[in-house]
């Protein structure tokens, strides 16, 4: 079935950094896309980036280029997301996700902002 653990998470001021992973099991990560979502209270949950499946291309929203980093590490069956300049508005619940396979969500990795 597989199952994702997202972790890394915490309260951090406005321009810190944290550095979020995600462990997989269950399923080959190696032949997946991988993505990294976030829901903010009251919001609906977005796409914040993609990695293909060797980490040779990848995507980023908007509000988030140039301040976030996805990366994955197949050996280890694990995602990443560095993420800096961090803002008020990156609070949320961040989620990891297989691209093509049905999958429950992770517990999720709570990330605050906030001075």
């Known amino acids: 079935q597989g199952q994702l653990v997202e972790s890394g998470g915490g309260l951090v001021q406005p321009g810190g950094s944290l550095r979020l992973s995600c462990t997989a099991s269950?399923?080959?990560?190696?032949?997946?896309?991988m993505r990294w979502y976030r829901q903010a209270p009251g919001k609906e949950r977005e796409l914040v980036a993609q990695?293909?499946?060797?980490?040779?291309?990848?995507y980023y929203t908007g509000s988030v280029k140039g301040r976030f980093t996805i990366s994955r590490d197949n050996a280890k069956n694990t995602l990443y997301l560095q993420m800096n300049s961090l803002k008020p508005e990156d609070t949320a619940v961040y989620y990891c996700?297989?691209?093509?396979?049905?999958?429950?969500w992770g517990q999720g990795t709570q990330v605050t902002v906030s001075s």
């Open positions: 269950g399923f080959t990560f190696s032949s997946y896309a």
């Open positions: 996700k297989p691209v093509g396979r049905l999958l429950d």
């Open positions: 990695i293909a499946p060797r980490g040779d291309d990848s």
